[in-house]
């Protein structure tokens, strides 16, 4: 169906030929017409620009060619989207069901905010658990992630990724959203399966610490100091069970 609102899909990619092709399905069968669909491989040589090149005819705009990782990627696309929303469907990652993008634009049309957010599937083993955002944001945390997120075109070309923060631009970008007053609505809509299954202890540990740069350069006060003693006791107990 067409809708009110068009929505940008942007798609991530880099050396990953036995994921891709199952995302770009994925993104292609959603029912909701008013849709343009974005991909930014990042110059693989494993074969997935060919795969990409398959679809070339219904895709709004591709590239493969070298960048500075996946939030370059991003911030690409960014620059491409002509649509109203903007959602990120990384290589590996699938939308929930074919229905998707019609059930968030009824709730963009009636619910007055600039973030859009859902809920995830997540996949470890071949086992699929459902991850809600059980709780609202608050400028300490951010209960979903960007597979489920739908923000604003015009914002994010505002303020595109940070490339600073090589694992946790997606979370500066929406917590610098929610200290500017811009309006979180969650939804219930399961929005995306995400496969979890290749992040590491060791990449945990990464994301903390990067989070932790975050922080540092967003927050102020008591709010800092409170925020820094969780995120350093997290990064300890994980490097402690790491050895163990």
């Not at 997935?48 to 090149?53: G, L, V, W």
């Not at 590491?200 to 990067?210: A, C, F, M, N, V």
């Amino acid at each position: 169906m067409a809708g009110k609102y068009t929505f940008s899909v942007v798609t991530v990619s880099f050396n990953c030929a036995g994921l891709i092709a199952k995302t770009i399905e994925s993104v292609l069968r959603q029912d909701y017409a008013s849709l343009e669909y974005i991909v930014i491989d990042g110059g693989s040589t494993d074969g997935t620009a060919e795969i990409i090149r398959e679809y070339q005819d219904r895709l709004a705009y591709w590239c493969s060619e070298p960048d500075g990782g996946i939030y370059q990627g991003m911030n690409k696309g960014i620059q491409q989207a002509q649509g109203d929303w903007i959602i990120f469907m990384n290589a590996g990652d699938t939308f929930a069901d074919d229905h998707v993008l019609t059930q968030i634009a009824s709730y963009a049309d009636k619910e007055r905010c600039d973030i859009l957010y859902g809920d995830i599937f997540t996949t470890k083993d071949e086992e699929l658990r459902l991850k809600t955002a059980s709780a609202p944001c608050n400028k300490q945390r951010m209960y979903f992630c960007h597979q489920a997120a739908f923000a604003k075109t015009s914002i994010l070309r505002k303020m595109p990724f940070d490339t600073r923060f090589r694992m946790s631009a997606d979370f500066h970008f929406f917590k610098r959203c929610y200290l500017m007053g811009y309006r979180f609505r969650h939804v219930p809509v399961t929005v995306a399966v995400y496969d979890s299954h290749g992040v590491s202890h060791t990449q945990r540990i990464k994301g903390l610490q990067d989070n932790i740069r975050v922080v540092k350069a967003l927050d102020k006060g008591w709010d800092r100091i409170k925020f820094l003693c969780k995120l350093y006791y997290v990064v300890c107990w994980l490097k402690i069970t790491k050895r163990s």
